[in-house]
């Protein structure tokens, strides 16, 4: 009897067992076929159909991490990043190996904004493999974006170090270096960049800006110049050219440069500020009156256009300023002071017209607003007379106010 009911017991153990066996093996096909089924949406860009999929795969397995990869992976394509990060968060719990869900993690919160939670993802993934270039660009990419440029400048290198025919690692190494006040080896950088990938626009716009910062003027037009022939619908690219040969002094260049420029885009009132720039340039440094009638005339147009620039208005104030016309100019420049994003020197220039006018405490004011700027030249030579005047006024009125010595004090007594 106890032999029969344990052959019996036996029998049944083996019958779950395999219907147990069934039962998974038909699980884990469902699974397979609706990761497929998504797989195929999303190849088809049926995104919808791809995120049920993929949902009834993680209902299936719950504990599995690549249902919930490829659903956030989906979300993400679909612009959803919220549901895209909470899945992606989700499947890296699942595996935190998994270096697929830790990149599209960090991914998803650089999309956001979130770079101190993309580059913790970033190191994530970088303490299971240390040989991913992109990654190491993602993680200083990040860093950067955070305001760290110090904290990228190492897994660039690491990047760099993988894969020197990283373009775009060697730029973004150049930026870091130079936010670091290191500027050869950003110069360094730059050029490797543009070396390796000669279309690379931002790479020669950011070299040549450098090349100009560091009085390579010649250096910085021939960036300009192949910048112009990368680009040559953008205005501003041939402005650039133009302003960089004003630096060296070839006013006459520049003007033809800018007078073609004109040609090709005569609506374009950036082209015809500059002209006015490169003039007054002119008139200040060699006290030319032609050159200054010039930049009257190229500057008068884009200045009374309603949505005229800062720099355009403060050019043109100060244009009329050394023309004599300083009623004019302070007009002129107080618009120049209340247009966003503001053009320094048209504080400065602005306390010198009212200085003229002899209002001091305008002329006051508007320096003040300059030192308040943080990116303001401390030496700029007019703001540095204004303050020398503004100090030398205070002192005189300070001497008239204060009491006479027969007044503030008995007279001494004679001797008998």
């Known amino acids: 009897m106890k032999r029969t009911v ?7 153990a083996a019958v779950a067992g395999s219907l147990l066996a069934w039962y998974s093996a038909r699980l884990e096909g469902e699974y397979r076929g609706l990761i497929a089924r998504g797989d195929t949406a999303l190849a088809r860009d049926e995104t919808f159909l791809a995120i049920e999929a993929f949902s009834g795969a993680s209902a299936l ?15 993400r394509r679909r612009g959803d990043l919220s549901a895209a990060l909470r899945d992606l968060r989700k499947a890296a719990t699942l595996d935190p190996t998994s270096t697929r869900a830790l990149e599209m993690l960090g991914d998803v919160n650089a999309d956001m904004a979130r770079y101190e939670r993309a580059i913790d993802a970033y190191r994530r993934f970088v303490a299971v493999d240390d040989r991913s270039p992109r990654v190491l660009y993602k993680l200083a990419l990040a860093s950067y974006n955070n305001g760290q440029p110090l904290a990228a400048i190492e897994p660039l290198r690491q ?7 990283f373009s775009e690692a060697h730029h973004l190494l150049g930026a870091c270096l130079r936010a670091s006040r290191r500027s050869d080896d950003a110069l360094r950088s730059f050029r490797r960049a543009v070396e390796l990938n000669p279309a690379f626009a931002t790479a020669r716009a950011d070299l040549a800006d450098l090349c100009r910062e560091l009085g390579r003027h010649r250096e910085a037009i021939e960036q300009l110049e192949a910048l112009t022939a990368l680009e040559p619908a953008r205005a501003e690219r041939r402005v650039s050219v133009a302003l960089a040969y004003a630096r060296l002094g070839r006013t006459d260049a520049a003007v ?3 007078s073609r420029a004109a040609e090709r885009y005569p609506e ?8 006015g720039r490169v003039w007054l340039q002119s008139a200040e440094q060699r006290v030319d009156r032609v050159a200054l009638m010039k930049a009257l005339e190229a500057l008068q147009p884009p200045a009374a256009r309603d949505e005229a620039s800062s720099d355009t208005l403060a050019l043109y104030g100060r244009a009329l300023f050394l023309a004599g016309d300083t009623d004019g100019a302070i007009r002129t420049l107080e618009q120049a002071t209340s247009r966003l994003p503001v053009m320094p020197d048209a504080f400065v220039w602005l306390a010198a017209a009212a200085e003229r ?5 305008r002329a006051a004011e508007a320096i003040a607003d300059y030192e308040a ?3 303001v030249d401390p030496a700029n030579p007019i703001a540095d007379r204004i303050r020398q005047s503004l100090r030398l006024q205070d002192r005189l009125q300070l ?17 008998t």
Do not use: E, F, H, W
Request: charged share 20%.
């Open 6 to 12: 344990a052959l019996a017991l036996l029998v049944s």
């Open 61 to 75: 397995q719950p504990d599995s991490m690549l249902a919930y990869l490829k659903r956030g992976d989906t979300y």
């Open 159 to 165: 990047a760099v170090a993988l894969d020197d025919r």
């Open 256 to 258: 033809t440069a800018l």
């Open 268 to 275: 374009n009132a950036s082209i015809y500020t500059a002209i």
């Open 357 to 361: 006018r002899g209002n001091a405490q």
């Open 373 to 375: 700027l943080a990116t």
């Open 399 to 415: 001497g008239r106010r204060r009491p006479s010595l027969s007044l503030s004090r008995p007279p001494a007594r004679r001797g």
